[in-house]
């Protein structure tokens, strides 16, 4: 069966929750799906224009923190209601912290959380590239001093079907299991 090519699913696609505080130094927050590790410390963004993508280039600031299956009603608010709005971190009832390495907000509910400079954001195009310049994570979610994404299940979004999956079970090696294939 063919598909309109508007609606290819591509996946996995994130469930990246956007910080940033406004003007008056009040948080706000987003959910966006297209993001991807675009070199060594940096993130990129795909953003139509909405009240962060106006808070960041006043603050050159952001965070990133990522929807887990312990977040996925904040995580979905937080994309469904619009910041121009309503006060979302309010109404959702999070707590939050100024990051101590970027002017943007961290939310406390997430257990994980990037902190970013603006290194672009090109309005044309809709793309904002980030520089990490810290990584905030809670201890529940590492193993030996390293992030274990089983115990912070993070999750996707699924545009087939309009739910969230988590990120599911280690099914090989990296940079193992093809020098099988390498080696004959």
């Known amino acids: ?4 090519s508007k609606n290819a699913v591509i996946v996995p696609e994130g469930v990246f929750i956007i910080g940033t505080y406004d003007e008056n130094g009040v948080p706000n927050a987003m959910n966006a799906a297209w993001g991807i ?3 060594y410390g ?7 224009k909405h009240k962060t993508t106006e808070n960041l280039k006043k603050t050159g600031a952001f965070t990133v ?3 887990t299956k312990n977040t996925v009603e904040i995580s979905d608010y937080f994309g469904v ?4 709005n309503v006060n979302k971190i309010e109404k959702a009832g999070v707590h939050v912290h100024k990051s101590s390495h970027v002017n943007a907000p961290i939310i406390e509910e997430y257990p994980l959380t990037l902190e970013c400079e603006v290194i672009e954001w090109n ?7 980030g520089k990490i ?11 030996d001093g390293k992030i274990d994404l089983g115990k912070l299940q993070p999750i996707m979004y699924d545009a ?4 969230y999956r988590v990120i599911g079970e280690v099914v090989g090696n990296a940079f193992k299991d093809g020098l099988k294939i390498k080696n004959k």
């Open 37 to 39: 590790q675009s070199d």
């Open 42 to 48: 940096q993130i990129s963004l795909f953003l139509a």
């Open 81 to 84: 209601e619009s910041g121009a």
């Open 1 to 4: 069966m063919e598909f309109d």
């Open 160 to 163: 087939s079907f309009h739910v």
């Open 65 to 67: 923190a990522f929807g």
């Open 133 to 143: 310049v810290a990584q905030q994570a809670d201890e529940s979610i590492l193993t």
């Open 123 to 129: 309005e044309e195009k809709e793309v904002l590239v």
